[in-house]
Nanobody, 114 residues
Framework: VQLQASGGGLVQAGGSLALSCTAS????????FDWYRQAPGKQRELVAE???????TYADFVKGRATVSRDSAKNTMYLHVNSLKPEDTAVYYC?????????WGQGTLVTVSS
């Protein structure tokens, strides 16, 4: 399984981002996934979770501003965040848990300018 994330770039504060992560080599459907981020000099942190049945959980710092979704037919996971702040600047990673295994995307950089 390989994950390819895309959609990062330079965004002005107050703008929005739309990240996608497409899985290839999938022997199963996407029922659960996460988005993480890692800001410069900081530890990687969980941004949002999507679980079977469509249950979602968001970190406090994006709650109300973020939405995660998936397109099972395309094996693609999405993260949308609006009202971006400079502190949202980070490399964003998708993660696909499967049993005791996990798969990570390569990360996509989002830079929010003030």
């Amino acid at each position: 399984v390989q994950l390819q994330a895309s959609g990062g770039g330079l965004v002005q504060a107050g703008g929005s981002l739309a990240l996608s992560c497409t899985a290839s080599g999938m022997p199963f459907s996407i029922n659960a996934f996460d988005w993480y981020r890692q800001a410069p000099g900081k530890q990687r942190e969980l941004v949002a979770e999507f679980r079977r049945g469509g249950d979602t959980t968001y970190a406090d710092f994006v709650k109300g501003r973020a939405t995660v979704s998936r397109d099972s037919a395309k094996n693609t996971m999405y993260l949308h965040v609006n009202s971006l702040k400079p502190e949202d600047t980070a490399v964003y990673y998708c993660r696909l848990p499967w049993g005791t295994d996990e798969f990570w995307g390569q990360g996509t950089l989002v830079t929010v300018s003030s």
